[in-house]
C-alpha cells in the first residue's frame, strides 16, 4: 500500500510538473505570436504610413510641376499681351514649333517684320535676376539660387530655325534673340552680350529699334511660310 502510495504521489508530481511545463510553453508561444502580431502592425503601420507619405509627395510634386507650368503659361499671356501693340507690318506667332534635321524647337513667340524674325522666349521669374554668361543667379527673399540661362535654350531655337529656313532657300534672314521677363515686379541686373534681356513691356520698343534689311515682300512670304505650320497669328 505504501508503494502504491508514494507511486501515485510520484505520478501527481509528475502530472503537475508536466502541466507547468504546458502552461509554460503556452506562456512562451503566445508572448512569440504577440510579438509577431505587434511586429506585423508596426510594419503595416509603417507602409501604410509611406505609401500615404509617397501618394502626398506625388501630389505635392505634380501641384509643383503644375504650378510652373501655370505661371509659364501665365507669363506667355503678358508678353503675347505687350506685343499685340506692335504696329501693323508686324506679325506675331505664338508657340510656334520648328522642326529640322531631327531636331525640334518650341517658341514662345515668332515676330516677323522688316527687321528679319524676332524669337522671343518668355520666363515669369520674380525676385531679383543676375543675368551672367556663364548661368543666371536668383534672388528671392534673401536666397540665391543658380539656374539654367535661357539664352542657351533661345540659341538651340535659332540652329533649328535657321537649317528650317535654308532647307527652304532662305539664308540671309536676320534672325535676333530676346528673353522677355513677363514678372512685372522682377528686377534685372546684369547682361549677356549674346542676347538682350528686359521686361515683356519693353519689346514692342526694342522691337521697332531694330533696322530694316528686308522687304515687304519678303515678310509676307515669311509670314506665309510660318503660318504653313499651322500656327495661329496675332496682328
Not at 510553453?25 to 510579438?35: G, L, Q, R, T
Not at 534673340?177 to 520698343?205: F, Y
Request: hydrophobic letters at 35%; a positive charge; glycine letters at 8%.
Amino acid at each position: 500500500m505504501k508503494k502504491s502510495q508514494a507511486e501515485f504521489d510520484a505520478n501527481v508530481a509528475k502530472m503537475r510538473a508536466d502541466t507547468a511545463k504546458e502552461r509554460q510553453k503556452m506562456k512562451s508561444d503566445f508572448y512569440i505570436w504577440a510579438v509577431f502580431v505587434g511586429i506585423l502592425g508596426v510594419s503595416g503601420g509603417l507602409l501604410r504610413f509611406y505609401q500615404r507619405r509617397k501618394r502626398h509627395r506625388g501630389k505635392e510634386r505634380i501641384s509643383n510641376e503644375q504650378a510652373i507650368l501655370d505661371a509659364g503659361e501665365e507669363g506667355e499671356k503678358q508678353t503675347a499681351f505687350h506685343l499685340s501693340f506692335l504696329p501693323k507690318g508686324y506679325t506675331v506667332l505664338h508657340n510656334v514649333i520648328v522642326h529640322s534635321e531631327g531636331l525640334s524647337a518650341e517658341n514662345d513667340h515668332v515676330v516677323i517684320g522688316s527687321s528679319g524674325i524676332i524669337l522671343v522666349e518668355t520666363k515669369n521669374y520674380g525676385g531679383t535676376i543676375y543675368v551672367r554668361p556663364n548661368g543666371w543667379v536668383r534672388e528671392k527673399f534673401g536666397n540665391k539660387q543658380g539656374c539654367d540661362s535661357p539664352i542657351a535654350q533661345s540659341e538651340r531655337h535659332k540652329i533649328v530655325l535657321e537649317s528650317f529656313l535654308t532647307k527652304r532657300g532662305w539664308r540671309q534672314v536676320p534672325i535676333y534673340l530676346v528673353v522677355a521677363i513677363s514678372n512685372s515686379q522682377a528686377i534685372i541686373e546684369g547682361e549677356d552680350p549674346r542676347c538682350p534681356v528686359m521686361k515683356s513691356e519693353s519689346l514692342p520698343h526694342w522691337i521697332r529699334s531694330l533696322p530694316s534689311t528686308i522687304s515687304e515682300e519678303q515678310a509676307n512670304d515669311l509670314r506665309n511660310l510660318f503660318i504653313s505650320l499651322e500656327r495661329t497669328a496675332v496682328n
